[in-house]
């Protein structure tokens, strides 16, 4: 496990900067922002569960990732799905790719230009799944700022983003997510 988090957090930050660089900022932010100290790898374990049709049980909700990106690792089974154009998608295990997803901080730093995809996994009715997801953030106190004229989201820290995201989940039942911070 330490060896694929330091690989795959090597890989976040050199993408984070690539990207940020395409958007014409030349960048080290996310090298100074995001040390391994915020950054947390979590390992998800799907067991089988039956698939009822038209019902919401899920391995994992359809939500966005609150970090700036994240890089996926899952096994051969199955199950990842993602919106393109309001349908889903099924992610196709390739056990040679790695997934790698903009998160809901990389959409409000980017000003919207860089969308916070957003997914779910389905379950499975005779197989257990794996999955190792490794998430980019910032710390704490890190003020997030959109990059763009006019800024689409006011500035947040982190700690407020998540913050603001534990508090609707807990009284409403889901992540509202960035429209809560929107100008
Ligand atoms: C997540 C996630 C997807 C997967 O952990 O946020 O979206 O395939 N995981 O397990
Ligand atoms: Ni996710």
């Given at each position: ?13 050199k993408?984070?900067?690539?990207l ?43 939500h ?6 994240t ?19 099924a ?39 794996f ?8 710390f ?44």
């Amino acid at each position: 496990m330490e060896q694929f988090a330091g690989t795959v957090s090597d890989l976040a930050n050199k993408l984070a900067e690539i990207l940020a660089e395409d958007l014409g900022h030349k960048s080290d932010y996310f090298k100074e922002n995001c040390l391994a100290n915020t950054c947390y790898l979590r390992m998800n374990r799907y067991p089988p569960c039956p698939m009822f049709p038209n019902s919401n049980v899920f391995g994992l909700m359809p939500h966005t990732d609150s970090d700036f990106l994240t890089i996926l690792y899952q096994d051969d089974v199955g199950g990842l799905q993602l919106v393109r154009d309001g349908q889903w998608f099924a992610v196709k295990p390739n056990p040679d790719a790695l997934i790698v997803n903009i998160g809901d901080l990389f959409q409000a730093w980017s000003n919207g230009v860089y969308k916070s995809v957003e997914h779910r996994v389905v379950t499975n009715p005779r197989v257990e799944r794996f999955s190792s997801a490794y998430f980019l953030c910032p710390f704490h106190d890190t003020v997030i700022k959109s990059c763009g004229q006019p800024p689409v989201y006011r500035n947040f820290s982190f700690r407020e983003y998540r913050q603001q995201v534990q508090d609707d989940v807990q009284k409403l039942g889901q992540k509202v997510g960035l429209p809560r911070f929107l100008l």
